[in-house]
């Protein structure tokens, strides 16, 4: 029988890992796998999405989604981590109000960017954080990322407020630090708040699994006949079981027998398969 699946939509709280965050999920989930579609460092909040069951399957996919987030920007000085759990490695002259919303449009669209040294990132088979708290130099390799919006929300002299749109793999520490310079500054986050992965919000927290899942756009309503069941149990949809399919184009559906949900199909080079029990 295909593993159970879930979708869960967690606020994640200030202080916590995000791999602490689980252990409640995990609890109640007990041998069942249990994942999330993207990490959020110890010092921020907001949402995480996290899988039970067969929904780990579609890790990789809601892992790219884009993201949105709050964040705080302290000017002034930069720490190792770029977040206020590090030490300060270099100071500089506050930005001028003028002069930080002069670089913001630059930031916009497609780019490359260096990652934290303190992240998860592997360099040369090792995690970059490891290797910085033991002190050895690291080359951070750049990586493409889009930021698709990015405003300034307030700014005091000090700290300034944003809230961006960005792809997956971008670093908004990261993002904090390169602006924090061309505004002729330097700077760390002291605040992030993640309000969207993708078509998700802390709002849609309520609905359930498959409204979640329907709300991605990437499934289609597939009927299946119901006399093929026995075959569709063990895994196995031949074309003859497929009654309709409200978009052939989609690569996922959700299944049904006699209008209930079933399950969630995968369409792979013109073939059915099912992927999770409902």
Not at 176 to 187: E, N
């Amino acid at each position: 029988m295909a593993d159970s699946f879930s979708i869960l939509l967690m606020d994640k709280k200030c202080g916590v890992t995000s791999f602490e965050s689980l252990y409640p999920v995990k609890r109640e989930n007990r041998g069942k796998k249990v994942g999330h579609a993207g990490t959020l460092d110890k010092f921020a909040s907001g949402l995480m999405v996290v899988l039970v069951g067969g929904a780990t399957k579609l890790t990789p996919l809601f892992s790219s989604f884009d993201k949105e987030y709050i964040a705080s920007i302290h000017f002034g000085a930069e720490t190792d981590t770029l977040d206020p759990e590090g030490s300060v490695i270099a100071t500089a002259p506050l930005p001028s109000e003028e002069s930080l919303k002069s670089v913001l449009p630059g930031f916009l669209g497609r780019q490359m960017q260096t990652p934290p040294v303190y992240s998860a990132i592997h360099v040369d088979g090792k995690r970059a954080y490891k290797e910085a708290r033991k002190g050895n130099d690291i080359e951070m390799p750049e990586r493409e990322i889009n930021i698709e919006s990015l405003e300034l929300l307030s700014f005091d002299g000090e700290n300034a407020v944003i809230r961006t749109s960005v792809s997956k793999g971008t670093y908004i520490r990261s993002l904090a630090r390169d602006i924090a310079l061309r505004a002729g500054s330097r700077g760390y986050l002291t605040e992030l708040r993640r309000l969207r992965v993708g078509p998700w919000s802390l709002s849609d927290s309520s609905l359930s699994s498959l409204e979640l899942l329907k709300k991605t756009g990437i499934v289609s309503d597939v009927s299946l006949r119901l006399s093929e069941k026995k075959l569709v149990d063990n895994g196995t949809i031949r074309r003859s079981a497929i009654l309709s399919d409200s978009n052939p184009d989609l690569p996922f559906s959700i299944l049904y027998f006699d209008d209930s949900p079933y399950g969630v199909g995968e369409k792979r080079d013109g073939r059915f398969s099912v992927l999770s029990r409902l």
